[in-house]
């Protein structure tokens, strides 16, 4: 009697408004309060809304009002400044299992720890939810929940599956990968499900190499130690590149026109970017010294991989391989000698430091394929210094060119551009002058002072009325400077915009100097090729 519920996705008019607050009026019967219950509150209309303004105001002291919302942002603000906001995130995975947990137990219903962990990761938070699937896997185990009986009746995908994806992920073992998809097609698991699961897990394993520890709410101990075995095994980078690739390769999923080849391609597009790492091979002679080094790439270790085997042959090239790099040298030179070569846009005249070259171990083998010729062996000794290059800059066309050089004012220096300047300038500080006023005073040029009169020089015609002349001799006048303005139009060389215009491009010039000096952004353009978005430079 006291409780009084309102489906606003299906009653949002005034009428239904009002025949609730009808009720209003009678004081509850059993209970202290009288509850109106409202949900979906942001399917009510305006009106509505503000039918109910005046009780939210100053409701009785036995009414409370529960308003409940998936989308808060369009309830409107009269009515939320009138509520007290509450939060309800979604609940933890264990505090679901533990409340199932109680509720079988009181229902006198058989379970097992796994099944309930499953039904608590797919009610995703929320406890309604969880209770229903639960009901379900009741119905669908003939009144027992297990393992088994739950994981089918979702459709989720076997942790044994997932570990087995991606150890051979982390092996390159392309086969065993195929194999295990061909074996989810079989058992209709879901290949949505299988991303979610691997999602899931190399989460975890990023959270154990970050913690050093077990990641909290692991299933089982077999799982826990299957995690720490992945995360020995795979690096903390790779973790990361196959985490992205399989939430981004759930969206794949539906764009294929069949789930199972869809999800092959994402994981064998795991394997395409698995990274290839450098090891070398020592090569020691009969006096147990090192001879050579052969380079090669690490491929992956099972014969089942998919990348590319070599050939049986191979052609041995001598190439120059650096020892480790020791710190830079800096060396003042002189600015002829001050040239660099690199793909980075360095401006003209720019000086960057001359660095000291490493030392160069012996000639160092490295297995290329078959069928490349091998350059002639290098004998001469090497010179350890660094010749200095021009910089490659990126031509600019003759329309370019045309438009830099029109864009570039000509200033010209005067006397009388200095005292006119001080003068604009102050009487924009001042804010005497605005709009078309300031801009004729920004744009002319004082070309003469007599005696009461003074001439401007505009290149604008539109700039030159009489109502922007009568304005700024007015604005003149009140700072001191009783004259009379005459304009005319004409080539100007030296006005307050040009001249604050070339201040603004010295100090662009000198803040693109300041990044272009900096010996972090000379080592990224010099060793990778890195070039200055144009126009991402401001001077503070």
Known sequence: MDYTELDAASN??????????????????????????????????????????????????????????????????????????????????????????????HEAVASESQALRLLARAARGSMRDALSLTDQAIAFGAGALSEATVRTMLGSVGRSYVFRLIEALALGDGR?????????????????????????????????????????????????????????????????????????????????????????????????????????????????????????????????????????????????????????????????????????????????????????????????????????????????????VPVRQQTESRADANAAAQATPVLIPTEEGDFWHATVQALSDAQAIGAMV?????????VAQDEGQWLLRVERESLNQSGNRDRLALALKEVGFDVALAVEVGRVTDSPGRRNASAS????LAAEQLIYATPLVQNLMRDFGAKVVPGSIRPL
Request: overall charge negative; proline content about 9%.
């Open 176 to 388: 065993t990968v195929v194999e295990t998809v061909d074996t989810l097609r079989l058992n209709g698991l879901s290949a949505a499900s299988t991303l979610e699961e691997m999602a899931t897990v190399l989460q975890r394993v990023a959270v154990l190499q970050t913690l050093g520890s077990a990641p909290t709410g692991d299933d089982s101990d077999t799982e826990a130690q299957d995690t720490a075995r992945l995360g020995a095994l795979i690096p903390a980078d790779e973790i990361q590149l196959l985490y992205s690739i399989c939430l981004h390769g759930r969206g794949d999923l539906g764009l294929a026109p069949d789930e199972y080849a869809a999800l092959t391609m994402v994981l064998l597009r795991l394997l395409a970017f698995k990274p290839l790492v450098p090891q070398r091979e020592h090569v020691v002679g009969a006096s147990g010294a090192p001879l050579v080094e052969k380079k090669t790439l690490n491929s992956a270790a099972a014969p089942t991989s998919i990348h590319a085997q070599r050939p049986a042959t191979a052609a041995v090239v001598s190439v120059a391989v650096p020892r480790p790099v020791q710190p830079w040298e800096d060396h003042p030179v002189e600015p002829a000698e001050a040239m660099y070569s690199g793909s980075g846009a360095v401006p003209p005249g720019h000086i960057l430091p001359v660095r000291a070259a490493p030392d160069w171990d012996p000639a160092i083998e490295v297995e290329e394929g078959e069928g490349l010729a091998p350059p002639a062996r290098r004998t001469a000794p090497v010179d350890h210094r660094v010749v200095g």
């Open 12 to 105: 949002r008019g005034v009428d239904e408004v009002q025949a609730l607050l009808e009720q209003a009026v009678y004081k509850p019967v059993q209970g202290r309060f009288k509850v109106f219950m409202i949900d979906e509150v942001h399917m009510l209309t305006n009106t509505a809304f503000n039918a109910m303004l005046k009780t939210l105001e100053e409701p009785p002291d036995y009414l409370k009002f529960v308003l409940a919302t998936t989308d808060p942002q369009k309830v409107p603000v009269t009515v939320l400044s009138r509520c007290l906001q509450f939060n309800l995130r979604p609940m933890a995975p264990e505090t679901i299992r533990e409340h199932l947990s109680q509720v079988l137990g």
């Open 438 to 446: 300031r801009e004729l005073a920004l744009q002319s040029q004082l």
């Open 505 to 508: 491009a010295e100090r662009q």
